[in-house]
């Protein structure tokens, strides 16, 4: 069985959405991000850069623990053979589009999301910031639409590059995107939505969603306010 450290964004949905896919059995382990889970020793173990998601693989004789979504999404296709590409040449493409997502769409897309979710209870004028990462965004996707005018997904096939890349897309409206302009993304977008894996993923712990919702004070220093003195002070917690 596979334990999943988990909060409900865009970089869980990753692992439930391959999780779900490749039927594979898995425990979901709640990390509160707005409480500080990600600071606890225990979990610093598996994941020191104070991060979700992380996964164990009980099921060996000596459990394995990954974190980073990227590593995790390889991992799995590796255990499952599935998702990972049908040869040597697709499978070059699929890393190509995994690493783009890690490097390119999701921290990119995940500043726009600060600037439009959370920099607002911040005070200072944040519209140089909002308007670099909505502006990289749309590069991104335009990055994108071009690629998939000529392969249905990503890498050719459906792959872990799709898996990783397609949450990062659900928030176009929030982040004020019109997906019609970039066709092929939205045909790729509609067509990965409607795929029942992908569904019971994204409503894995729905109910403990909390983007758009009032934050308070205390979890928005939790979650922007880190240096590295954060874990340095857990690891000193831990050696009490
Ligand atoms: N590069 C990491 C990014 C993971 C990440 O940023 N996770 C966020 C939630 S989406 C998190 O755990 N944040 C905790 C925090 O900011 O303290 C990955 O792909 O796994």
């Known amino acids: 069985m596979i334990d999943l450290y988990y909060a409900p964004t865009p970089n869980g949905w990753k692992i439930t959405i391959m999780l779900e896919e490749c039927s594979m059995p898995y425990k979901v382990i709640p990390v509160n991000l707005g409480k500080g889970d990600q600071f606890k020793p ?3 173990k598996i994941s020191p850069n104070n991060r979700m998601p992380v996964i164990v693989d009980n099921s060996l004789s000596d459990p394995i623990s990954v974190f980073e979504s990227g590593a995790i999404l390889m991992y799995l296709a590796e255990k499952s053979g599935r998702f990972f590409g049908e040869d040597e ?18 921290p990119m897309a995940g500043q726009v999301s600060h600037f439009v979710n959370y920099a607002p209870n911040f005070p200072g004028d944040h519209s140089y910031s909002e308007k670099r990462y909505k502006n990289e965004y749309d590069r991104l ?3 994108m639409n071009n690629v998939l005018e000529s392969r249905e997904y990503l890498a050719g096939n459906y792959s872990i590059a799709d898996m990783a890349s397609f949450p990062w897309v659900t928030a176009y409206k929030r982040y004020e995107v019109d997906l019609d302009s970039f066709s092929n993304v939205r045909r790729w977008f509609d067509d990965i939505k409607n795929r029942p894996a992908v569904r019971r993923g994204i409503d894995v712990g729905k109910e403990a969603r909390s ?3 009032k934050q308070t004070k205390e979890s928005l220093d939790m979650m922007f306010n880190q240096t590295s003195s954060s874990i340095k002070k857990s690891a000193e917690e831990q050696k009490e």
């Open 141 to 143: 996707l335009g990055v």
């Open 211 to 213: 983007f758009g919702k």
């Open 42 to 44: 225990d979990f610093l």
């Open 89 to 106: 040449r697709e499978r070059v493409r699929v890393l190509e589009w995994l690493f783009w997502q890690i490097g390119g769409l999701g």
